[in-house]
Structures are given as structure tokens and as C-alpha cells.
């Protein structure tokens, strides 16, 4: 196991796309040291900016596991690109967490930036804190957003939560943010608590669930039925009932949109087109 | 400063010179007979190939269009970005590459002319301050015209002289260098939201034709002497049963061609091919345009081949870009300049295992391969149409290489395949038909007479390549083929070399060519067009035309015109 903890506080944002379990896998300390981030605009090396210590453990999987001590809010694409391995941040982390990741875990028990798990393809991200903008969306322009993996988060999210989402879960046990599924095609969101306006605006399938107050559905959503309950992934349903709606009609979309019948009575009007 | 370029093969087709060893000697960036062999520098080109610099008759390199696709795609940028070194500035690609990548990409293929199409007159200022930035190669631009509504008024009177004179003026005064005419009439059309379906549709208000813009233009080309020829992108582009379309567009202007010599070409005719009723009996027409192409001397057409990549598809053709737009649902850009073209942009994907892709892509190959003569039809991509120019070196090796085609032909659409001319075309071009194809027959298409040869008093624009004729057998080594065009060994461009090893090592500025339209009686700039100017155009027709100090190396064509 690889425990690095920043040497002081950093001024400027860093690039270490090198924190990667993948990279570090069968290198020393010292060899770890030598790997290169950019700090500004300046070339630096890990050691110089990070204390490497490696703690002998048992690895069965012959995986490598990373812990992070600190505040790292301004380091960006940890674990891009990922494919097997552990991260464990203790302390805040900045944007692109696990960009393009495609297997292996990161556990963060602080905030992380915005674009955390943007363009992932497979693995798990577990954030136990709150999250910026752009969870699991794609690179700017881009439509090419999550496609498999799933992403838990135990605060609150940004706003445009899984954009062009094609696969993969997306959990979040706080409050999300506006256009929550934006444009997404498949796979599934699901919110505990309350969520901010315009939810799977553009959407064209997949499914969406809020378990808290929504304060409108988009008007080219149309009601669909109600239903006691739902299905969240294998072996896990969440008891309702929920207002099924369908959309977005713009794009002729067939996306499922459920909203908690309980915390919405605004929404009860809905009720007289079934 | 001198040059001797040694023992190299030359391939050099418009001076008839066909893998030849031979020296080449290089004087104050001219070709001439001899140079002083103690004091010139020697380039030991054993076992290579010399060809003239590459010739790119049709990309979009440049102009508001092409910036506007830039700005659409980020995400198209920040997976292919290059460093500053101590010689070239950083940049980005991909499909669309900033304009100093441009530069340097086309030089490291050993390119050294490309032309910038489809200007639209009134962003003339835009595209020539683009092309300035564009280093490395010499270029220039064609002015579309085809539905600009001077000409359409004056063909509609059937003045075609005053038509000439005032032709001649917009490309003196856009400082283009041809006709470019896109989806004649249809782009009028679409400002009221329509298109025209046939050459004998008319256009609204117009009370044209698109055959009598074609034609008519045909013979203002004729009558201003312009060395090229008009260059035109057929109506009903992109649709099935096109192909009719382009024989009847190529059959309009036979008999205005004389001496042998071509009056139309026909541009990304891969797009203007398309035989079938509706896209699932999408069929290849590029038999029958072979047949034609075959049998008459007047056209020529380039490939427009398409390459399976991630691209951006733009072009003045406003209607087909949104026929583009339905079909693949991505983000788009349409617009209307003001009132004289359109203009769209729409992300594309081709796909390997798509029917419709690939059998674009098995049309374009069946263009190059059934034409029997290489002066007829060029190699381009239409950049970034069908692909990005860097794909040149691939479609290079599939037309040298029956081999190539057949491991392409395995990885795509088996409903395609089976479809496909190509498995039962065995030609395979040789280094001397490639040299026509990428540079002779471009510049002699058009009429650029220090370019594409290398015979005395010729640009030194040359291009080295580390593939040895004698040892390599290109339908076999297809790969070395291809690796050998992407990276020149040398790319000599006005005597000075700027490409060594792939590598950019020398930073140059290319001049921008544009035709000084010499015509007896220059055009009257009437009250009626200043007022229509005042009224209609954002821009005042005084402040219009583009002043020589735009371009950073001027290098205008003084044309006689019989007007």
C-alpha cells in the first residue's frame, strides 16, 4: 500500500493523471518519487510535492492500493483511466476524479470537484461528501458520457449529474442539482432526497428516480401510470408510490422518469390525465 | 541558396518522367539545369523517392465555417494536441486543426499547395486572414458564386458578358482564384426553405435554372480565362439516386468544352454517387459516373473519399447539412450569410459497421480505381467531409494495394461487402499514378504552371519519400506505404528545406494565390448595387473587397480575359 500526503498546501492546480494504481503497481517509493506532474505551468516531479511512504501489506489480488492523506482539492485526474486498484482519499479532491476510469475503486471521505467519473466505462466511485458539477458527464462537447460503472454519493451534487449517460448507476443519497440526466439514453439515477428543476431534460431513455420534492416536470414529459415500486439495480427496489412519466417528447425520447408520490402532492394534478 | 537533390527516383508525370534515378537541382527556390555541385547543399536521396510537393485541389482549411466547427468541438481537440517546439507554434487537431497544425500536418505529408474552397464572399476578409496564419504551404480560395444574386440576375438576362466582367470583379476583389458553385440555386432556395431537386427546378424569385446557372457560369469561366475550371458540388448531394444527378450535372456543360480540355470538375463526387430509392437500397453509381468519366474528356472529379473516423462535416450546402442533422441527431450550426450562401456544420461519425458508411466508403475507392485515367479524378478527402487530410496516406495505400482493400473490405458492413465493386477490381496504381492523382493532375486542373512538376524554371515544392521502388513492392508492403507518405523524408518547399524525417525544421510562410483579373471593361459598380449593398449587407460596397494588405504574402495570377 502507497500512502502519499501532500508536503504543504498547494497554490496552484495540479495535473497528476500518475496517481494511479496502475502506474504504481511493482515500483518503489523511489520510483514513484521520479513519476512527473505539472504544477502550473512547471513539470515537477511526485516527491517534490507529495511524502511517499509505503506500507508492506498483504496485496492477494497483487492490486495496489493508494491512500491519499489530505487536501488535495486542487489536484485534478486522480485515478484517470484506472483499471484495477484501490484510491483512498482522506481529505477533499479536485476536478476529473477517475476520468475514463474502466475498473478498480475510489473511496473519498470528503468533496470532490466537478467532472468526478466523467467519461467512466466500468468501476466504482464512492464519495462521501458532497460533489461539484458534471458528475459522470462527458468532456465538454463530447456526447459520449458514462458507460458503465456506478457511482455512489452520500452528499449533495452540481448541477447536470449524468449527462449523455449510456449505462452504468449513478446513486446519490443527497440533493441533486438542475438538469439532473441530461440528454442520458440509458442506464439508471437514482436521488434520495430533493432534486433541482429541468430533470432529464432531452433525454432519450433510461430511467431516472427522485425519492424527494421535485418542484416541476419538464412539460414535454407526459404521465405514464403510477407504480407501488421500483427497481434500482439487481436486488435493491425502492417502495413507492411513484409517478411514472415518459420523455422527453422533443426527442421523441422513451426515458422513465419516476418521482415519489408522497413528497410532490403539487404534482397530484397529473393524476386526472390517467 | 543551392540544392542538389541526388540519385533519387523521380517520379515527375507532366514532364513524363517515370521513377527515373536522376539529380535535381534547386537555385533561389527554381528548378534549373545545374547549380555548383562544391557549394550547394546535397541531399542524398538514394533509394528514395523525389515527387513534386503535394497538390491538395479541395479542403476546408479556412474561414468563418471552418472556425465555427472549431468552437463546436472541443471535445474533437483535447485528445490530439501538439507542444510548441523551438520551431513551430502548439496547436490542436483533429478533424479540424488549428491553422498553424494545418500548415505544419500537410508539409510533414510533403504537401505544399492546398486551396481552401467554398468562401463565402462576404467572410472573404475572415478566411484570408485565416489563410495568412496557415504556414508552410502556398494556398488559395474559391469565392462561391454559384448563388450569389448578381449573377443570378445577370444570367437571367442573359448578359453574360456584363456577368463575366462582374465575376471578374468579386474574385479580384474577394482575391479568390475560382468559380465554386455549391448545390446551385438549392442554396437560394433554402433562404426560403426550400432546396431544388433537379437541374430544371426553378429557384424562387430567380426565375433560373439551376442548368442555366451551371451553364452560364461555364462560359463566364471560359470568357475570363480562368485557369481553373468552374468547380462545382452537384444538386441533391447526399442523397440516394444522386448519381443521376452528377451525369446530368457533367452532361450540361459538354458541349461548351474545346480542345480536350475540361470545363467542369465535379468535387467529393463519392457524395454525388449514390444509386437506390432510399438509404437501405443505398447502392454505389460509381460504375456508371466511370463509364461517363470514361468516355468524355471534359470533366474532372476528385474523390471525397471517406475514412471510418470520428469527423466534422461542414459545407455550404445549408439543406444537406440539415438532411445530416435529422439523420444523425448531433449538434449543428446552420446558417445563412446574409444573402448570398448557407452554410452548415454536423459532427459525423462513419462506421466500419455501417451500411451506409461503408458502402461511401467502397464508392470512393471505386471512383479512383474505375477511372482509367489518374488526370481525371484526384485523391482527397474533402477534408474534414469524409475524413481529415492525414488519412491521405491511407487511401494511398488502398488504391496501391489490392491487399489493403481486402483486410478494410473484411472489417466492415457484410452487407456492404457483399455490395461492393472492389472485390472485383484487381488495378492497383502505380507510384506514378499516385504522383498524378496527389499533385500533377491537381495543379494541371488548375493551371497552376510552376506547380506539381519539376522541370526547369518550376517552384522547388518537393516532396521526398523513404520508399525505394526498386526494393518495395507496394501491393505487398502496403503498411511501409502508408508510413512512408505519413512522414516525408524531405518536404522542400520554394528551394528551403522544411521537413526533415517527419519533423518540421523549418517554420515558412506560404503565399496566398489569388487571380488579377485583367478584362477590357471592369465591371460597373451601379448606383442599384450600392443601394442594394446599403440595404441588404451588413458591409458597405466600398468596404467590401479585400485589400492586398490582407494577405501576409501576396502572390496574385494576372489573367487576360477575352471581355
Known sequence: MITLTPKNEFRFPIIAECINPDIFYGKTPKEIEELGIWEGNKQKKLGELFKVEETKMENPEGKEIITINGNVSKVRRIGAGMKSGEIIVHGDVGMHLGEEMKGGKIIVHGNVGGWAGSMMKGGTIEIHGNVGDYLGAPYRGSSEGMRGGKIFVYGNVGNEAGAYMKNGLIKIYGNAGQFLGLRMRDGTIYVQKDSGGRVGACMKGGKIVIGGFLEFVLPTFTIESIKEKVKIEEGETVAGPFYLFLGDLVENGEGKLYVLKEKNPHLSHYERLL | MELLIRNGFVYDPINGVDGEKMDIAVKDGKIVERVNERKAKKIDASGMIVMPGGVDIHCHIAGSEVNSGRLLRPEDHFRDFERKTAVTRSGVGYSIPSTFTTGYRYSRMGYTTIMNPSMPPLEAKHTHEELSDTPMVDKASYPLLGDWWFTLEYLRDGKIEECARHVAWMITSTKGYAIKIVNPGGLEAWGFGGNVKSLDDQIPYFCITPREILRGLCKVNRLLNLPHTIHVHTNNLGKPGNYLTALETMKCVEDLASDNKPAIHITHCQFSAFKGSDWRTLESGAEEIANYVNAHSHVTLDMGQVIFTDTTTMTADGPFQYTLYELSGNKWVNHDVETETSAGIVPFHYRRKSYVHAIQWSIGLELALLIKDPWKIFLTTDHPNGGPFTSYPKIIAWLMSRKAREAALKRINPRARSRSLL?????????????????????????????????????????????????????????????????????????????????????????????????????????????????????????????????????????????
Not at chain 2, 491537381?442 to 493551371?447: N, S, T, Y
Not at chain 2, 518536404?491 to 515558412?508: M, P, Y
Not at chain 2, 488579377?516 to 471592369?522: I, P, Q
Not at chain 2, 451601379?526 to 479585400?546: H, S
Open chain 2, 423 to 563: 472485390p472485383s477490381i484487381n488495378r492497383e496504381l502505380s507510384f506514378k499514378e499516385i504522383a498524378v492523382m496527389t499533385r500533377a493532375g491537381q495543379a494541371k486542373a488548375l493551371g497552376l504552371k510552376n506547380k506539381g512538376h519539376l522541370g526547369l524554371g518550376a517552384n522547388a515544392d518537393i516532396a521526398i519519400y523513404n520508399l525505394n521502388p526498386e526494393t518495395i513492392d507496394p501491393s505487398r508492403k502496403f503498411r511501409t506505404v502508408r508510413k512512408a507518405f505519413k512522414r516525408a523524408a524531405y518536404t522542400i518547399k520554394n528551394g528551403k528545406i522544411v521537413v526533415k524525417n517527419g519533423e518540421i525544421v523549418k517554420h515558412l510562410e506560404g503565399a496566398t494565390m489569388w487571380l488579377d483579373v485583367k478584362v477590357s471593361e471592369s465591371a460597373k459598380i451601379t448606383e442599384d448595387m450600392r443601394r442594394r449593398f446599403r440595404e441588404y449587407w451588413t458591409v458597405e460596397c466600398e468596404n467590401y473587397p479585400v485589400t492586398e494588405n490582407y494577405l501576409e504574402v501576396s502572390h496574385p495570377i494576372n489573367v487576360e480575359a477575352k471581355v
